[in-house]
């Protein structure tokens, strides 16, 4: 670096010289873009032109409400260099999952204007939008004043930008006509298969290619290792049904609603349906946890790490983290796969988690919090958290395609391939409705009777349309 080069950065750093003036300067003397990054010191630099004022909001403040991931992890590992490309000081509260969404609720329908913008997962939003207590995105988004042409929302994987994105409307589909952006994906999680290379080897059995093929692979596995042959699932929460349930599901071509005459009707007595859900529940009866009814996320990730299960049909970071925990018996034997539940399907269904990022409508710093989200989705922390932290599933295709980040994923066996199979399809496959939340926690206590041979499937699954159909009625939806 030149001494005038340095004099610069120096003046910079005092906020004596404002970015764009910097970066004006810095090209004049012919150093070029990446060079100017690394002057700047800060990851954000090369993502806005010249031409966009990264230090409009200079002085003010926003505060966000974050649950503990390590998607906020990596945003706070990064946040300094927000802060010096923006001049935006940065607050933040953040809380354990187990209490985060109460927080966001309480704060949300109390109208408060303590958090500007917060971590939200999409069906949230159905709540949310409606409601009037988020802002509709596309007012940002579409406003070149507001958004640099860099930022390149075209890059975002379609599937998460119209998962992320509805009418308010019960039945109306993610992304339609007249849709509006609620929230703003940061990453997500596919509903594929990780299994155990190691207990595979031993017992003498291949990836199952569909579900059928799983309950038999599980059913040796549980024989001829112990433990048990695969997990999923089985907590009373609409966090059950989400992963692998709703993703071989949809492969079977069963629907959660239809639409008759603007209505939605229940689909869940369907003869797709049916024929799913009978094999799950065996599976589960044959194979899974002795326990399955306490099983959430975290029990299902911990034995597999353990090499308590075979296999598990969740989400694929879940596999990433426990093969990556240096912590875990199994660490370092674990692969990825792709899986289309139904033999006769040609595509992979996952249905997704999206964590993202949403602004709250009681913000008095809308277009400062606006140029943190942008900043926090951009390609360039996105490279930072994937290359750095533990990003795994980034929301842009030009980070998948990153040659660092490609060499650090494909550590992990089958990580990058199962991507590249799931990624047309992968999008939220429930139809968005404002009792989605009280349905699918009724839905998973309907699966957890089944199990348990208290009620036959078919009979069950009419029962529970017939419930949901009333639900719908009463509220005016059905």
């Not at 199952?208 to 093929?213: D, I, V």
């Not at 409508?361 to 900043?375: E, G, L, T």
Request: proline fraction near 5%.
């Amino acid at each position: 670096m030149t001494d005038k080069a340095r004099d610069l950065a120096a003046a910079f750093e005092a906020g004596k010289l404002g970015r764009r003036d910097l970066v004006k300067r810095l090209a004049a003397m012919g150093i070029a873009a990446p060079a100017i990054a690394a002057i700047m010191g800060e990851a954000a630099t090369t993502a806005y032109a010249a031409d966009f004022d990264m230090m409009a909001h200079k002085g003010t403040a926003v505060k966000l409400l974050l649950n503990k991931h390590p998607y906020a992890d990596a945003m706070i590992a990064d946040l300094d260099n927000f802060k010096k490309a923006s001049g935006i000081d940065v607050t933040y509260d953040i809380f354990p999952e187990d209490v985060y969404f109460d927080k966001v609720t309480a704060a949300l329908s109390s109208r408060s204007s303590e958090y500007d913008a917060f971590m939200t997962g999409a069906y949230q939003t159905w709540q949310y939008g409606p409601a009037g207590w988020c802002v509709d995105l596309n007012e940002y988004i579409q406003n070149p004043a507001k958004t640099a042409a860099a930022y390149n929302w075209n890059d975002v994987l379609p599937g998460l930008r119209s998962s992320t994105a509805w009418s308010g409307k019960p039945g109306d589909t993610l992304g339609g006509p007249g849709a509006k952006q609620w929230c703003v994906p940061w990453g997500f999680e596919a509903n594929n298969v990780s299994y155990n290379k190691r207990i595979f080897d031993k017992v003498g059995v291949s990836m199952p290619k569909n579900l059928p093929e799983m309950l038999e692979t599980a059913a040796k596995i549980q024989k001829d290792n112990g433990g048990y042959g695969v997990g999923v699932r089985g907590s009373r929460s609409w966090a059950t049904i989400h992963p692998g349930f709703l993703s071989g599901y949809t492969n079977y071509g069963a629907k959660d609603f239809v639409q008759q005459d603007g209505k939605l009707k229940a689909a869940m007595d369907s003869p797709q349906s049916k024929e799913f859900t009978a094999l799950w529940v065996k599976m589960i009866q044959d194979s899974g946890p002795k326990e399955w009814a306490t099983y959430t996320w975290y029990r299902v990730g911990q034995d597999l790490g353990a090499g308590q299960s075979g296999m598990i049909y969740d989400a694929d970071i879940l596999g990433y983290f426990q093969d990556g925990d240096p912590k875990n018996k199994e660490k370092g034997n674990l692969d990825f796969a792709a899986f289309a539940a139904n033999p006769k399907a040609t595509e992979v269904t996952a249905n997704v988690w999206i964590w993202s990022l949403a602004m709250s409508n009681f913000s008095k710093q809308k277009d400062a919090a606006w140029y943190f989200m942008q900043w926090a989705t951009g390609t360039d922390h996105l490279l930072f958290g994937a290359r750095k932290m533990d990003m795994v599933n980034p929301i842009r295709q030009s980070v998948w395609d990153d040659p660092e980040f490609k060499t650090k994923i494909g550590r992990y066996p089958g990580y990058l391939e199962q991507y590249k199979q799931t990624a047309p399809k992968a999008q939220i496959y429930f139809t968005p409705q404002p009792l989605f939340f009280n349905l699918t926690t009724d839905w998973a206590a309907a699966l957890q009777k089944m199990v348990a041979n208290e009620i036959p499937v078919n009979d069950g699954l009419d029962q529970l349309a017939a419930n949901f159909d009333r639900q719908l009625k009463s509220s005016g939806l059905g």
